[in-house]
């Protein structure tokens, strides 16, 4: 009988401090407007990474969870520490915050609005 593919263990972001890469904004309720930075591939992947940032939204309005958790990527707090401060701030109305902020730093670094330093080359930190 075949064996079950494996997959990869999740990696673990806990320690890990990403850094924001993308410009943005402020508006007045507190929210974060980030701006994506254009595609910088080449060649056929240039192509379609163009065509794909076209017919895609160049501003991505943050809800209040995320506007907080982007605030603190600053490449200093580690994915653990802005687990602890949305704690502190949200409350349980956040919970599970570690895998709530895991995904959502994961999908940051695979639009390129964030870098993990140490795994940006990698195994993908969005694949479970």
Known sequence: MASAARRPAPLDLSKV???????????????????????????????????SFRLSMPRIRLDP???????????????????DEVRRELGDAVEPVEERVGTFVGHLFKLELVSLPGLDSGPDPGDP
């Not at 850094?19 to 007045?28: F, I, N, T, Y």
């Not at 969870?65 to 687990?83: E, M």
């Open 65 to 83: 969870v995320g506007s907080l958790v982007w605030r603190q990527l600053d490449g200093r707090r580690t994915v653990r520490q802005v687990c």
């Open 17 to 51: 401090a990403p850094a924001r890469l993308a410009s943005w904004d402020e508006k007045e309720d507190g929210r974060v407007v980030v701006t994506r930075p254009r595609p910088r591939t080449s060649g056929l992947r240039g192509l379609f990474d163009r065509l």
